[in-house]
Nanobody, 124 residues
């Protein structure tokens, strides 16, 4: 099994930055692609960004492209999401996800492991 624990969320004003982290433990050797999803109240979970196992390939939702950067440190078994120029519409619970497969899919279904989420609130 793999355990994922997110951290770094908080309450910020519009235009500010936050950096989320996701620490993986357990059978981390089984992890390949990783991603961030988010879910706002009353809405479905939506894709934010994904990264390949090597960290060389990334994929972003159009809504965050140019503002958010996904990265990973495999030596530390940690995934990151640098969020700049935050907007009120970025308010959501942010989830880390990991897959045994290599596809950078935008659907949550192929991801095998999930963290419990960290709240990000952006005030206007």
């Amino acid at each position: 099994q793999v355990q994922l624990v997110e951290s770094g969320g908080g309450l910020v004003q519009a235009g500010a930055s936050l950096r989320l982290s996701c620490a993986a433990s357990g059978r981390t050797y089984s992890i390949n692609a990783m991603a961030w999803f988010r879910q706002a109240p009353g809405k479905e979970r939506e894709f934010v960004a994904a990264i390949s196992g090597s960290g060389t390939i990334t994929r972003y939702a159009d809504s965050v492209k140019g503002r958010f950067t996904i990265s990973r440190d495999n030596a530390k078994n940690t995934l990151y999401l640098q969020m700049n120029s935050l907007k009120p519409e970025d308010t959501a619970v942010y989830y880390c996800a990991a897959s045994r497969g290599g596809l950078l899919t935008t659907s949550p279904r192929p991801y095998d492991y999930w963290g419990q989420g960290t709240q990000v609130t952006v005030s206007s």
